[in-house]
C-alpha cells in the first residue's frame, strides 16, 4: 500500500468503522472495525483486477473514492421482470503506474466496484465474501447498458470498468464522486516524444483528461465524454462551492480542469456540477 487509505462511517454514527486500501499488486482491500476491540477487526481481498503480467499488470497508486447509495436494480426470473433498490457502497479507483507515467504497454482501467455487504462486521476466512474480478463487472468502454437485456445483465454484475482507449492512458490520481456522478482524470504520454533523461527534458508533455460518467452504470452524462484538460498530469477533481447571492441557490464547480466547459471559443475554466450542499431529510414526523 503506497497511497492513503479511505475511510468510512457506514452507521454514521460518527466513528469510522470501514477502511478500504488499495495495493501496487492491482488489489483493493476491505477492513472491518465494528467494535473498539481491535479482536474484532477482520480484512479480506475485496477485488483484485491484475494478473502480474504485461500487459494486464495493473497497479494502483491513489486511494478510492467512497459512496453510500443505491441503484434500481432489475431481474429477470423464468421471463418475468423485478425491480428493486439495491444499496451498495460505490469503490471508485483507476489503475496506472505513477512511477512510469511514459509506459505504453499497461492495460489500464477505471473502475467502480459495488460492495453490496453494507454493514460493517466481523468475517472469518470462510465468512468473507468472494474477492470481485472481471468477471464480476460490466464492461461500459463503448455502450454502457441501455437495452433491457443489457440492464438484466448488468444486474448480475457488481459494478463497471472503462478500458482507457489511448495508448499509455492511465489514471494518476484519485476521483470525486458527486451528485450520482465519478470524476475522473487520466494522462496520455506523448507519442513518439524523444526525452533526454540526463536533462529532465522532453519535447511532448502529454495530455490530460477530466472523463464524467453515472456512478451507477457507467452511462454518460455529458455530450462530450470527457474535457480536455491540456499537457499536463491532472491530480483530483476540486470542488468549490461559492457563497452564493442572496435569493440563488448555491451553485458547486470543478476546478483545475484546464480550459474546462467551452461554448465556441468561450471557455470558463471550471465545469459546473449543479446545485451545491442542500439539506436532505433523513428523518420526519407526523403529529396526529
Not at 463503448?142 to 472503462?162: D, L, M
Not at 441557490?249 to 471550471?270: M, P, W
Request: with cysteine; charged share 20%; glycine share 10%.
Amino acid at each position: 500500500v503506497v497511497t492513503k487509505v479511505s475511510i468510512l462511517d457506514s452507521d454514521n454514527d460518527g466513528v469510522t468503522d470501514r477502511i478500504y486500501a488499495s495495493d501496487i499488486s492491482g488489489n483493493v482491500w476491505r477492513m472491518d472495525l465494528p467494535a473498539a476491540d481491535k479482536s474484532t477487526w477482520t480484512i479480506f481481498k475485496f477485488a483484485s483486477i491484475s494478473d502480474g503480467s504485461s500487459p494486464n499488470d495493473r497497479m494502483f497508486f491513489s486511494e478510492p473514492a467512497l459512496a453510500q447509495t443505491q441503484f434500481s436494480n432489475i431481474h429477470s426470473t423464468s421471463g418475468v421482470l423485478s425491480y428493486q433498490n439495491t444499496p451498495y457502497d460505490a469503490v471508485a479507483i483507476g489503475t496506472g503506474n505513477r512511477t512510469h507515467p511514459l509506459d505504453t504497454y499497461t492495460n489500464d482501467m477505471f473502475f467502480v466496484f459495488q460492495d453490496r455487504n453494507v454493514v460493517t462486521k466481523s468475517y472469518t476466512s470462510t465468512e468473507a465474501p468472494a474477492t470481485l474480478g472481471f468477471s464480476d463487472l460490466y464492461n461500459v468502454t463503448s455502450v454502457p447498458p441501455t437495452s433491457q437485456a443489457q440492464n438484466i445483465e448488468f444486474g448480475t454484475k457488481r459494478g463497471w470498468y472503462y478500458d482507457f482507449t489511448s495508448a499509455g492512458e492511465k489514471s494518476l490520481s484519485s476521483s470525486l464522486i458527486f451528485d450520482g456522478k465519478v470524476y475522473f482524470t487520466s494522462f496520455i504520454p506523448p507519442a513518439g516524444g524523444t526525452i533526454d533523461y540526463d536533462l529532465g527534458v522532453c519535447d511532448l508533455s502529454g495530455e490530460g483528461r477530466l472523463y464524467v460518467l453515472d456512478l451507477h452504470k457507467g452511462t454518460r452524462t455529458y455530450s462530450e465524454l470527457y474535457y480536455d484538460l491540456g499537457e499536463r498530469v491532472p491530480d483530483t477533481p476540486q470542488i468549490v462551492i461559492p457563497k452564493a447571492d442572496t435569493g440563488n441557490d448555491t451553485i458547486a464547480y470543478i476546478i483545475g480542469v484546464g480550459k474546462g466547459e467551452c461554448v465556441g471559443s468561450d471557455c470558463k475554466g471550471t465545469v459546473v456540477l449543479g446545485s451545491g450542499l442542500t439539506t436532505n431529510r433523513i428523518y420526519y414526523h407526523i403529529e396526529e
